[in-house]
């Protein structure tokens, strides 16, 4: 297996939100230089992880702050667009319109200018749909059934024929459902965060289904981990999982939550919805083929959160303190 | 099996196009209203093709064309952005957000129209990309090496979404290679006319690759055909191949055209393209079960249009009289 040294300089896109923010952290602290570009600035535990970081502000969208992001990186992570899957089914065309064009810009970049690889972060949690058996491998049919799983998949077709086509050093990561200490209750960013907020808070929860439905719940260290572990073994294939590789149902998380916390959530019950994907585990047998990978089980990771949450006196989310 | 009547009122975007013109005549023929979304009115031939059908004048990405277009409509065949697959790769950009984004508005359309059906043209040329083995099937791996190839599948899989959330009636159909005498060679629509305008006018051809690239070659005139029996049959799978099921390499087409025109084509031999798909041929099984189908062989189908243009006077392309 051929291995490389850190990048020198990596760019990450979107890398002030959750995953993205965590992934530039990880690079700095393996010695890479970091330019981060977002539409606004880190806030709170943020920026003191992104202190060093150069900050490029403005739209991805935009290509001349593409250009200035781009300037002596060696490698750029991708991690526009992960924060709210279900959002994008409200307006599918502009969800569209803000997606693939920047990637495939970005791609016509990349292109003309050789020496920069690339990290993908995709959706193994939407892309493949309801899978025909789980734990999905990368193998697997991608039947996504939402607006935001196509246009990770499309996402995805471009930069393989970029790469077939123009040597684009390309890796796609297939990432399962991600969580963690940051991630904003208020803005819907994952269930395990609303699950202890409305512990927290003493308030109820709201599910759709039977509470059944299948989950690979990851945390968002072991992500920015992997990243950058992967960055380092430039074979392997183009797609890869990236996951715990264990199904947790939406009841296992709320008792784990009404254990940890010690505050059982009262439940308000609702009729599934059609664009909830019934179970995706996704298989990482070639993740840990290529990587040391032992990722954080649940009933670990979600105690981590609730008392990180406790040791912290501000409110929730963005607004957090250094 | 279901049957229906014809459609009281299609629509059909981009009619005035090689497909879609003969599509919209072919309703006409079978006793439909049709009206035809393009941003040109037809011409030559065409426009006596379309004698009765409604022009809506006006690009389909203008939402407000789009809904005049689909006044009174029960069924709209969307037959947008098939003429120049290769074009696609110039500026994939522009090609995406030409292409996606208005099909979704569309489906957002007819999501709020219950009982409007829609037929989409995909291509069974290119979403494919290179498949593990000829013939495809339906539930062959999509793996398109093309931008075209991507937004054709990005369409796909919107269709797909929609049609299962909102019962949007929607059929794909994945065109193989179609030809007919009125593909504009200046265009750079098509092998088949460019050969046959070369014999004409006694130039040579340019081919990339070695000539055995196999294609599944289908005259305009029986995808029309299938595109009107499919509508009658309601049921069967939503994805379905279109195509002769028969493969053809560049060199039998060469030799055909040579034979029909009886002057044999300066060849001027090219390295082959990335972009150029290796082998493709469609399995019709289901489409045979579906309908009668009985495609017309490459070894008629070139003699015919050859004798169609020597029966004509004028130039050829778009600007024939009627």
Redesign the interface.
Known sequence: MNHRLSPRRVLVLGGTGFLGSEIAGRFIEQGSSVAVLARHGPTGIKRKKLRTADLVLGAAEDEEVLERGLEDADHVVHALGCPLPAGSNGD??DD??QT??TL??LL?MLRRRPGISLTFLSSGGTVYGNPVKVPADEST?C?????YG?TK??AE??I??YS??YGIDARILRISNAYGPLQSPERGQGLIAAFLDAARSGHGVRIFGDGTALRDYVTVEDVANAVVQLYRCSDGPRVLNVGSGTGHSVRDVLAIVGHVTGHPLHVDWLPER??DVKAIVLDVTTLHQLIAWSPVPLEEGIPRIWNTWQSWSAPLGEDLPL
């Open positions: 599918p065309v569209l319109l693939v064009p495939v810009r016509e049919r039947d996504p059934i939402t607006a196509i998949l499309a077709k471009y393989g024929m077939d086509r059609l664009f």
